[in-house]
């Protein structure tokens, strides 16, 4: 309960800083614009119909995925292109008179329903204007849709989930509302604002469109500095310590413990702890174990406990013994946690694969880092909690992904980003895919008879073949086999055959692997149907 409320608050704390996210920015002067005409009960009906379609959008957007297929990219990609159409709809003043009669016309057949508020614009009308601004709005928030996967993930919808959601969009509307009451006030009292309205609809016409522009080269062409390797030499300080740390979350809810007797953090107090967020298939976590297993040798008897929170992506990866075999396959001696409910994962209120928290001798989590890299800075935040850092350290280059290389590629509904066939994704139904005349890069696509699911696609028929254009050094392909024997699966390389596989568990299994970065296409042909294909995970 009290993780519960604290996610509230946290999601509260996190819509409010949204403020200064780009992904805010084309929503701001529409809403002040929308504010400035009609009652002084418009603005706030603006806020609650915002909050209440963000809300409600977010919270179902896993059904909706489930039960129409839709891919939540394109649904991003109209809204930037709702926003730019809004956008220049307020720099004309022909399409803004033209949008103006129209809503005119809308007025005026509900004028005799007394709950709507008359011509001027009032409370309901406000809520109908920012419940369009919040279906616009929602898929453009990076953090919305990271919040949707983790959702997907999680497979669940409860009241507290909602709250959470809720929250978050609370938190964002707060500065919404602050500016439209605000803004609204400050327009009506200066001369200028009302002798040049046709002036100042077309600026914050430019500025929605400057603003969405801005958003989608962000997200096309992202800053790399955050990637940059750095090297630290021995610091006697926490390096990029959390701003305020925090009580560790507990952990529990744990469906099963491998390498140690269940563990509890207030009896480790003394120690430093390290708290890894991992599952097997991921091969982002896979690549940051050795780094774990190598702290672990070196710290352990000098007071580091590491424990490796296993919060599943996957079904299979909730099944024990798969787990078990995966530990002992990648030599994993400290203590492993099933977190199958992904209660600890709520806990931390944690949204990445892998995450690492680190916690000090009083409880406390001083330091955080998501993803790959900043082995070096980990490390020694490690020694310094553990009062070590008077020997010095080799240095670590952080692991750089380059920008070129294939992103993760999901196959099931859920996640079918870059799906390229010309029958689209048919949820829970075997039915006959064929490829496309031409693959793009990063695309992938489906032939012969498959069943998507949520977070799989599975062969339906003999020879069935899935097949993808990549570009990296390394591919990897998480699969399984539901047929109760193991499925030989060819692997061809631009049309040409090189390899096999026997696939007979549900892991991770390398396709290919190059000296160097190769672009081609990979193809994986299924000699049974029961062929499960996850993921293709690049290096």
Known sequence: ???????????????????????????????????????????????????????????????????????????????????????????????????????????????????????????????????????????????????????????????????????????????????????????????????????????????????????????RFPSTSSQTAVVFSNQDKVINPVEYPYPAPAIENIAAWINSKPLMLNQLKGNVVLIDFWTYSCINCIRTLPYLKDWYAKY??????????????????KNLDNVKNAVQKN???????????????????????????????????????????????????????????????????????????????YLGSARADRFISPLRVMEGISSDYTYPTELPLHGWALQGRWRIGLDRVTSAKANASVEIRFNASTVFVVMGSVAGHPIQVKILLDGKPINSISVDKHQLYEALRFEKPTTGVLQLIANDPGLEVYTFTFG
């Open 300 to 317: 352990h008897d000098k007071g580091l406990v590491i424990i490796g929170i296993h919060a599943p992506e996957f079904e299979f990866e």
């Open 331 to 409: 030599g994993i001696l400290y203590p492993v946690a099933l977190d199958n409910h992904f209660t600890t994962w709520q806990n931390y209120a944690n949204r990445y694969w892998p995450a690492h928290y680190l916690i000090d001798k009083t409880g406390k989590v001083v330091y955080r880092h998501f993803g790959e890299g900043e082995y070096d800075v980990t490390e020694n935040n490690i020694r310094y909690l553990l009062g070590l850092n008077k020997m010095r350290l080799p240095s670590i280059e952080s692991d750089v992904v380059p920008d070129y290389q294939t992103p993760e590629t």
């Open 1 to 219: 309960m009290q993780a519960g409320l604290l996610n509230i608050l946290l999601a509260f704390m996190e819509g409010l800083a949204l403020i200064l996210s780009p992904c805010i920015l084309p929503i701001l002067p529409i809403i002040l614009a929308g504010s400035i005409e009609g009652s002084k009960k418009r603005p706030l009906g603006i806020i609650v119909g915002f909050i209440i379609t963000f809300a409600l959008f977010t919270f179902f957007s896993r059904k909706l995925v489930l039960y129409t297929g839709v891919d939540l990219e394109w649904i991003r990609h109209i809204s930037y292109a709702l926003l730019i159409m809004f956008g220049i709809i307020m720099i004309s003043t022909y399409l803004t008179e033209k949008l103006n009669m129209a809503a005119q016309r809308l007025t005026n057949i509900g004028s005799d329903i007394k709950f709507v508020n008359n011509a001027e614009g009032g409370f309901i009308s406000g809520i109908l204007f920012g419940g369009l601004v919040g279906i616009i709005w929602t898929p453009c928030a990076g953090p919305i849709l990271a919040a949707v996967i983790v959702q997907t993930v999680i497979q669940q919808t409860s009241l507290n989930s909602f709250l959470t959601v809720l929250s978050f969009g609370i938190g964002a509307a707060v500065p919404m509302l602050l500016i439209a009451w605000f803004g609204r006030s400050i327009m009506n009292q200066f001369h200028f604002f009302k002798t040049h309205t046709v002036m100042i609809r077309k600026i914050i016409g430019i500025i929605i469109i400057t603003a969405v522009v801005y958003m989608v080269y962000a997200e």
